[in-house]
C-alpha cells in the first residue's frame, strides 16, 4: 500500500507560483509512475502532468506546458509540481497520484491517491 499526503496549496495571485509537495509512505514510489490531476468546481478531474519512474518520459497537458514542472526527490519520496504563471483557470484541487510502473498514457488508471490540496487564482 502507497499513502499520499499533498502539501503547498493555497492562495496566490495571477502570474505567482507555487509548489505542491507529495510525500509517500508505506513504500518507495522511486519506481512508480507518478500523475498530478486537478478538478475545477463542476468539473471533472483530469491529469495535469505526469512522470514516469524511469524519470525519462513526461507528460504535460497543453495547457501548462512551459508553466509547470513535475519532478521527484527520491530520496524523500516526495513528487513536486512547480506552478509558475498562475492564471485563474489554474484553480483547482490538486490531487497526486500513483500507479506502479510504466509511462503515461491518456486513460491510465492510477491505484493510489491523496487528498487533495487547494490552489486559488483569483481573477
Known amino acids: 500500500q502507497v499513502q499520499l499526503v499533498e502539501s503547498g496549496g493555497g492562495v496566490v495571485l495571477a502570474g505567482g507560483s507555487l509548489r505542491l509537495s507529495c510525500t509517500a509512505s508505506?513504500?518507495?514510489?522511486?519506481?512508480?509512475?507518478m500523475g498530478w490531476f486537478r478538478q475545477a468546481p463542476g468539473k471533472q478531474r483530469d491529469i495535469v502532468a505526469a512522470?514516469?519512474?524511469?524519470?525519462?518520459?513526461?507528460y504535460y497537458v497543453e495547457s501548462v506546458k512551459g508553466r509547470f514542472t513535475i519532478s521527484r526527490d527520491n530520496a524523500k519520496n516526495t513528487v513536486y509540481l512547480q506552478m509558475d504563471n498562475l492564471k485563474p483557470e489554474d484553480t483547482a484541487v490538486y490531487y497526486c497520484a500513483a500507479e506502479e510502473g510504466g509511462i503515461y498514457s491518456r486513460g491510465r488508471v492510477f491505484k493510489y491517491w491523496g487528498q487533495g490540496t487547494q490552489v486559488t487564482v483569483p481573477s
Open positions: 508505506g513504500r518507495s514510489i522511486s519506481t512508480y509512475l
Open positions: 512522470r514516469a519512474g524511469n524519470d525519462i518520459h513526461t
